[in-house]
Structures are given as C-alpha cells and as structure tokens.
C-alpha cells in the first residue's frame, strides 16, 4: 500500500488495461463467494487493480523496443551481397513446419524461392531455427557465398548472432547454422519485423498446399512477386 501511495497511482475506468483488470478480479472474487464462501472488500479489489495497472506500466516504459518503421524499411544491399529472407509455418498438433525461404539481389529482383516442409519437430522455436539453416543450405545450393539472413524472429537471429551457448531447444539448430556460416565469404544476421518479410509470408498457401519440397529459379509463386514488386518501389536509397 506504501507503494502506491508513493508512486500516486490513480484507477483509470478508461484504460484497457485498468477495465481488463477490473473485469478479471471481480470474476475471480464471484469465485470465491461462490465456492469458497469469501467475500472481497471493495477497497481490496481496487488495490489489487491498482498494482496491476502500475505494474503493466512500468514494464512498457523499461523495454526501450525500437519504431517499428524501423525495422520494415527496405534498403538495397552493397553489390556481392543477396538478401535471404526466411520465414516459418507451424501447424500446431501435426508438428509440420514449412521453411520458407526468398532470395533477392541489391535491386529487389527475386534470384530463388522455395519452401521445406518438416517433420516431426517439436515446437515454433525449434521451427524458427531450423528455418534459418535451412534457408542457408538454400543459398549453398544455388551458389550464393555473400549472404544476409533476414527473418522476423527475434529469438533465432540473437542466438544465431550469440557468441555464449544456449541451453535451449534451439541449439542444435543454431549451433549447425554457425557451422554453416564458414561455407560463406560473408554471412549477416539481422532482424526484420513481419511487415517487411510479407513476401515470405505470403508463400504459406503454397505450403500447406503442398506435402513436398518446391524450389524456384529466378521465380517464385505469383502472389508472391506482387509483393515483391511493392517492396522494390519502397527501396530507401540512402
């Protein structure tokens, strides 16, 4: 209670989160009337929500996370270098992800798509890191050796990027992806927000379509290369 007296905290009936908590608590409270016999004073109820909005607050105000326009902005790459963008599909309950994976040159124009369907793999994070050394033996395959590996999930491109071990369910994946990493003249790992791999996103259909591998040359599905021709109008020059 000193706490909040401190910090001043006022109940905002407005707030989403203040009308979330409030509806929550008053749930949890008919609860216990019902089936343990316990009534909540009014005032508890209102200090409990109280402390639930101003935690919430202060956790939004610690994590600094960056604009989001900045991390969907598309740039064009120094000459030697190819865009690799991958992405994921999981089907939860069949644990059958798909790999997707797009590669680009400096001017936008599509070198190579395809996508790997997977079997038997354990969870999305497992799947997110597998996608990433899948989308390097992509590259390989076609002959790219000056790499950069763009893909929306923040978790599989800082452990990519980590030199400290993991001890997660990732690590397999990511300990091979390093691995790989020496197969390349240059390979860069970077983190991109979903609106800036909507190319990758939008190959899902052909996917779950699809219970093969499919790749492309110089190609790719047609709701793809729609997306991909908006992305090379937004290219910033600078």
């Known amino acids: 209670m000193?706490?909040?007296?401190?910090?001043?905290?006022?109940?905002n009936v407005v707030s989403p989160r203040c009308r979330c908590a409030t509806e929550d608590n008053?749930?949890?409270?008919?609860?216990?009337?019902?089936?343990?016999?316990?009534?909540?004073?009014i005032e508890d109820l209102v200090?409990?929500?109280?402390?639930?909005?101003?935690?919430?607050?202060s956790l939004a105000t610690s994590l600094h996370h960056p604009h989001t326009h900045d991390l969907v902005r598309?740039?064009?790459?120094?000459?030697?270098?190819?865009?690799?963008?991958?992405?994921?599909?999981?089907?939860?309950g069949e644990n059958k992800p798909c790999s997707r994976i797009i590669v680009r040159d400096e001017n936008g124009h599509v070198l190579g798509s395809g996508f790997r369907v997977n079997f038997h793999i354990p969870s999305c994070f497992s799947a997110e890191a597998l996608a990433i050394v899948q989308g390097l033996l992509f590259a390989l395959d076609v002959g790219f050796h000056d790499v950069h590996i763009e893909s929306d999930s923040k978790s599989s491109i800082s452990r990519a990027n980590s030199r400290t071990s993991n001890f997660s369910e990732m690590r397999p994946y990511t300990y091979y992806a390093k691995r790989l990493t020496?197969?390349?003249?240059?390979?860069?790992?970077?983190?991109?927000?979903r609106k800036g791999n909507r190319a990758t996103h939008a190959m899902a259909f052909e996917c779950l379509r699809c219970s093969f591998d499919c790749s492309w040359v110089e190609d790719a599905p047609e709701q793809v290369l729609k997306i991909v021709d908006d992305d090379r109008l937004m290219l910033d020059p600078t």
């Open 47 to 57: 200090t409990f929500i109280q402390s639930y909005c101003s935690e919430v607050d």
């Open 182 to 193: 020496s197969c390349f003249s240059s390979c860069i790992f970077s983190f991109i927000g």
């Open 74 to 92: 598309c740039r064009p790459l120094s000459s030697p270098l190819v865009k690799v963008n991958i992405d994921k599909c999981f089907i939860s």
């Open 26 to 41: 008053l749930h949890m409270s008919r609860n216990k009337l019902v089936n343990e016999g316990k009534n909540q004073r």
């Open 2 to 11: 000193h706490n909040l007296v401190v910090r001043r905290i006022t109940n």
